[in-house]
């Protein structure tokens, strides 16, 4: 089993930043598919960016250039996922989960909410 826990969301004015964080933990492999996706209100979750090992990231059309994946594996199988959100707008409101997708499965973590005022 894998646990996903996020932080790091909050509320920030149109054009600030924002640092997500998902600590992870359990059947954690370095190579492992990790990656973020979000959910507005009354919309499908969609993606949002993801990295394979610490090198290999995809991003979607609407966060290229603005968002930053990436991912710091420690020990005992833990890992530590981080989206930074630069140039933040109005549009990107949503809750932002972290997907973990392994051996063992597709994990998800319980969501952080972002919310950016105009």
């Known amino acids: 089993q894998v646990q996903l826990v996020e932080s790091g969301g909050g509320l920030v004015q149109s054009g600030g930043s924002l640092r997500l964080s998902c600590a992870a933990s359990?059947?954690?492999?370095?190579?492992?598919?990790m990656g973020w996706y979000r959910q507005a209100p009354g919309k499908e979750r969609e993606f949002v960016a993801t990295?394979?090992?610490?090198?290999?990231?995809?991003?979607?059309d609407s966060v290229k250039g603005r968002f930053t994946i990436s991912r710091d594996n420690g020990d005992n199988a833990k890992s530590t996922l981080y989206l930074q959100m630069n140039s933040l707008k109005p549009e990107d409101t949503a809750v932002y989960y972290c997907?973990?997708?392994?051996?063992?499965?597709?994990?998800w973590g319980q969501g952080t909410q972002v919310t950016v005022s105009s």
């Open positions: 997907r973990h997708s392994g051996r063992t499965g597709i994990s």
């Open positions: 359990g059947n954690i492999f370095n190579f492992d598919t």
């Open positions: 990295i394979i090992g610490v090198a290999y990231t995809n991003y979607a």
